[in-house]
């Protein structure tokens, strides 16, 4: 526990982080990748170059301003960011260097404002909020390890089947390279592919949804190809244009919190956009099997069918479950809005479970259309690529 007077500071501070977060973030990664450039092998370089990265910092650093007291409220983030952490290989040593550049940004950018005072107040405060994620970490990194076929940081994984699922989706097919078993991960969660691009002078890491149900005797991931964006999805390159069957990734063992609540029966509907089907397509392969008397509704969104991806494996999956009805939904955002709007006015959802996936945009669209048809927003499921956004 923090003490009275750094909750005080602390919190009064809140104002300012609204107003500067970004700057003392932006800061704090300029510094530390100057002192600490081995970090490089573990952030997302192109998040970095996009701003999403600070703004997610920034976001979260107000955040335990406000919650400076009640860091009980934080718990459901910290474990997200926790499995993001764990994922990448995050280790207790790391959290020194963070706090310490975070305090050397507070003071360059808030100048005269970050008194003694204000400082010995965040360095207490961090140090707790450290604590909070390095113990939470630590049971995620331990039960990584020691559940059956698990492992603790970084695995070699054959790839044993590469399979276009769309003109810019590809599936990757893996098994572990030594020949061992796989873990039971639950549907929804994803790995870590960490890659040495040639020419590269630091390691690349990126997140993807495990995009086939577990007990396959595989995992699965289906990568699209960034070459739309800028910068540029250096990693989603090198996987579609170099990687092939036999050649070798190194994968995380399975993280996040975005998981299908298997124990509930009320009525589903998961709402996919473009390759933000992944992991809806593991839940309801998961559904078909464990739970197929369950209702379920699948609403898939793509911009056209040449880069609709699964059509095949979700009309099977909703083949076999006596309640399953699926909907495909193309075309250009506002058509996509009206006939999603349309297929919810046919629906009871209040007391549905919604599960979304897809772009930024498309899912603040469709959470909103979620709730003013009458679905409580504790219902409704998200998750985002990249760093989080605050989306309802």
């Known amino acids: 526990m923090v003490s009275a007077k750094t909750v005080e500071i602390v919190k009064a501070t809140a104002p300012v982080l609204a107003e500067k977060g970004e700057e003392i973030t932006a800061c704090f990664y300029q510094n530390m990748f100057a002192d600490h450039p081995e970090l490089l ?12 990265q600070q703004a997610a910092l920034a976001r979260t650093v107000y955040a335990a301003a406000l919650h400076i007291d009640q860091l009980e409220e934080l718990l459901p983030v910290v474990k997200q960011i926790a499995h993001k952490h764990r994922s990448l290989g995050v280790k207790r040593a790391d959290y020194p260097i963070v706090g310490a550049h975070l305090l050397r940004a507070m003071k360059e950018v808030l100048g005269v404002a970050a008194t003694p005072n204000v400082l010995s107040a965040w360095e207490e405060a961090y140090g707790v909020i450290a604590q909070v994620f390095i113990d939470v970490e630590a049971d995620m990194y ?6 059956k076929g698990g492992w603790h940081d970084f695995k070699d994984f054959t790839v044993v089947r590469k399979e276009e699922e769309s003109t810019n989706i590809t599936s990757f097919y893996l098994k572990p390279r030594d020949g061992g078993e796989l873990p039971r991960y639950l549907p929804g969660q994803y790995v870590t592919v960490r890659v040495r691009i040639p020419d590269e002078t630091y390691m690349h890491n990126r997140q993807y949804s495990l995009s086939a149900a577990p007990g396959k005797g595989y995992m699965r991931i289906s ?9 540029k999805g250096a990693v989603s390159l090198f996987l579609h244009e170099q990687v092939k069957a036999g050649d070798v990734l190194s994968i995380s063992a399975p993280a996040g919190s975005f998981t299908l ?9 998961f709402i996919s956009g473009g390759v933000g089907v992944t992991p809806l397509l593991s839940m309801l392969q998961t559904v078909a099997v464990e739970n197929p ?5 699948f609403i898939q969104v793509a911009q056209d069918m040449t880069v609709c991806a699964f059509r095949s494996e979700i009309e099977a999956c909703l083949h076999e479950l006596p309640e399953g009805r699926g909907h495909l939904c ?11 709007k349309e ?6 959802i209040e007391d549905s479970d919604a599960y979304v996936c897809g772009p930024i945009g498309f899912m603040k669209m469709v959470i909103d259309l979620l709730q003013r048809s009458g679905m409580d927003g504790e219902n409704i499921h998200y998750e985002c690529f990249g760093p989080d956004m605050p989306l309802k």
């Open 142 to 147: 331990e039960q990584a390890a020691t559940e």
């Open 330 to 340: 193309l075309g250009e955002p506002r058509i996509i809005a009206r006939q999603i």
């Open 41 to 52: 092998n573990i952030f997302n370089h192109a998040n970095q170059k996009q701003g999403r």
């Open 343 to 348: 297929i919810l006015s046919q629906m009871s």
């Open 223 to 231: 990568v699209k190809r960034e070459d739309e964006c800028e910068p």
């Open 293 to 297: 008397t369950r209702p379920v509704t």
């Open 261 to 269: 609540n298997a124990s509930h029966d009320q009525p589903i509907v």
